[in-house]
């Protein structure tokens, strides 16, 4: 590399902006990330080099995706750069008789360049050949992956990368209340549902995140969430303060849901409930869990009285 060529704008559009970003993406990609069979145990064993192409194609695109990201080059001059790669490709005919892998593994007598048969023999052509390869496999994932997905995708590395963080998140109920298969969605919403689940259960992040999950419905949230390494632990911010709050909150949630309560009922909330910190989603799921066993035992009109065990047994838990 010539000194002017980092410094006059025509040398650096061409094989310059495309050079420093690939060997950049190479210092892990096929040296520090490589195919098994080229990790060998000392240089007097060969490399296997057939799946070159894999590693080298997956250099090229993401080289010349940053030439263009970092401003190196245009995005016009890339079109144009891109569509002469494809161009020699196709006229190339080399690739009548040898296969891509080819390539690869006679990569070490394709590397000198040939002024005779060169397009017969081919050259190192698993880098640019490869680089299309992964240029679809891009364009098939933009394509079959949902916008929430990427956008959750670039959260989570943005989350990861700042660490240590504290994440608060509201309407907790609403983001992971659920990992349906059927949503109708191409399984779109359990997929995220997934990828949240792995990245908050990451035994390697604790000490760098803590994750807080707001919800006025902590009874939605899916029961894999509601453990220990997630959200094991619950917090009620705004619960009752007495015995009145508590069996106004008893009333209120009991009328939302056409239940009435009777005064043996309502002096059992206060003596025994009134002094615990019970917010309106307890006391939803007290009254929803009672009026569910109301129903299986056939007692639809005696919701009060089995309202009186589910309390027992979902306060002795506390």
């Not at 080819?102 to 698993?126: K, M």
């Not at 994750?211 to 009752?240: E, H, N, Y």
Request: glycine share 6%; aromatic share 6%; hydrophobic share 40%.
């Amino acid at each position: 590399m010539r000194e002017r060529d980092l410094i006059e704008d025509k040398r650096r559009r061409r094989w310059v902006a495309m050079l420093l970003p690939h060997e950049f993406v190479h210092s892990w990609c096929e040296k520090h990330r490589r195919p098994a069979a080229m990790v060998t145990p000392n240089f007097h064993t060969p490399e296997r080099t057939s799946l070159l192409w894999v590693y080298g194609g997956l250099t090229q695109y993401l080289a010349e995706v940053l030439q263009v990201r970092s401003g190196l080059t245009t995005t016009n001059d890339y079109m144009a750069e891109l569509a002469g790669e494809i161009s020699v490709l196709m006229h190339t005919e080399g690739r009548r008789w040898r296969p891509l892998e080819d390539t690869a593994i006679a990569n070490h007598l394709l590397r000198a360049f040939s002024p005779s048969w060169g397009q017969l023999r081919r050259s190192q052509d698993y880098y640019d050949e490869g680089m299309l390869l992964w240029l679809e496999a891009d364009a098939i994932i933009r394509q079959q992956s949902d916008d929430t997905e990427l956008q959750q995708m670039r959260i989570l590395m943005t989350i990861r990368a700042l660490g240590p963080v504290i994440v608060v998140v509201d309407e907790a109920d609403a983001v992971f209340g659920s990992r349906d298969m059927d949503s109708g969605d191409s399984g779109v919403s359990s997929r995220i549902f997934a990828a949240f689940a792995a990245h908050i259960g990451d035994s390697s992040l604790r000490g760098r995140e803590l994750w807080v999950a707001m919800t006025s419905r902590p009874d939605l949230l899916a029961i894999d969430m509601k453990r220990q390494g997630r959200f094991g632990l619950c917090v009620p911010l705004f619960p009752a303060l007495g015995p009145d709050d508590v069996l106004e909150l008893f009333t209120i949630v009991a009328g939302t849901k056409k239940i009435t309560l009777a005064d043996e009922i309502k002096t059992y909330i206060r003596e025994h409930l009134g002094n615990r910190p019970l917010t309106g989603s307890d006391v939803e799921a007290i009254l929803t869990r009672a009026k569910e066993r109301a129903v299986l035992a056939k007692h639809d009109d005696d919701v009060p009285a089995t309202c009186r065990s589910v309390t027992a047994t979902r306060t002795a838990r506390r």
